[in-house]
């Protein structure tokens, strides 16, 4: 069974920074795009930002220019840089890493904004 290990979660104030992080083993990473969703309560899971083996990258409208995703291809781990947070960010947090053929989720973290 894959594993992804999701970290970084918790209570910020609004403006604030997070960066969350996502480990996935070798051969999911250097082969499948990986991604960050989130889910608010009472709605559905959504794209947060995605990047592909690559470089190539893309951003939910509501996060460009205030979230940054990257890879770590040592460290098989992709990061979500979080800043000038706003409390409509707040949500559970997934990691995914998906192919054509497999689609996989972490467990979530959990990302609160609030004064």
């Known amino acids: 069974q894959v594993q992804l290990v999701e970290s970084g979660g918790g209570l910020v104030q609004p403006g604030g920074s997070l960066r969350l992080s996502c480990a996935a083993p070798g051969s999911i990473f250097s082969t499948y795009a990986m991604g960050w969703y989130r889910q608010a309560p009472g709605k559905q899971r959504e794209l947060v930002a995605r990047i592909i083996r690559g470089s190539s990258t893309n951003y939910a409208d509501s996060v460009k220019g205030r979230f940054t995703i990257s890879r770590d291809n040592a460290k098989n781990t992709v990061y979500l840089q979080m800043n000038r947070l706003k409390p409509e960010d707040t949500a559970v947090y997934y990691c995914?890493?998906?192919?054509?053929?497999?689609?996989?989720w972490g467990q979530g973290t959990q990302v609160t904004v609030s004064s």
């Open positions: 995914n890493a998906w192919s054509f053929t497999s689609n996989y």
